[in-house]
């Protein structure tokens, strides 16, 4: 089994190490004796969403983002058929943010896809710091780190998980990113998926269902390492051990 994996526009998102996250799904397939083949589908390239089964977006400056506009209006269309059709998607700050409808910044509003019933707009307070996510979705704990001014209203949205630790979406540390379909929008940084193993999983084991159908099943990995630096940062920053 293989899976294609798009990294969408690492020449204008590429902040905080999101792109490890793209190295992180590459070789979890690898552990388990699975392909993964990655497409770097920078700014003005050609996408055939018809050919990938996941898509990693990463974040970027509030310039990059406006740089971005008119590629985006031209992909749209196709990538919103791609979500709508069980396509799997991690979408970080930047990219979480313009899978929305708008981004105001200041004066300037920033088009989004339109993807997700959400929309963000720019306060002077950045947020920054650790986060802690309780998730209905996995066993353990979400971790990861914020830095955005943004302020995201997702509405009726289903949040990514309840913050335990850190402030979110809008900064008053009640919810922290959407899951849509098989869509993952969040602004956690770190890069998210080292340190995050159910997540990686969560996202390739949908997108193999997806290719090959749905008695697919990824073997246990051990995830020792990535467990223990996981436990340790909700001990340290959460229950305070």
Known sequence: MKVTIGHLYPDLFNLYGDSGNVQCL???????????????????DEIDFGKLDIVVWGGGSDKG??????????????????VEDGGVVLAVCGAYQLLGKYYKADETMIEGLGILDIHTERCDERLVG???LDSPLFRMPVVGFENHA??????????????????????????EGVVYRNVIATYLHGPLLPKNPEVSDWLLERALKRRYGEDVRLTELSDEAELRANRNMVERLVTGL
């Open 130 to 132: 650790n986060v802690v």
């Open 150 to 175: 943004g302020r995201t209203i997702i509405g009726d949205c289903t949040p990514l998980g309840k913050v335990l630790y850190g402030r979110g979406n809008t900064g008053d540390g009640g919810y």
């Open 65 to 82: 983002q406006a740089l971005a506009v008119d590629y985006l209006a031209e992909i749209a269309a196709e990538f919103k058929d791609y």
């Open 26 to 44: 590459k070789q979890r397939m690898a552990w388990r004796g699975l392909e993964a083949e990655v497409c770097p589908l920078c700014a003005g």
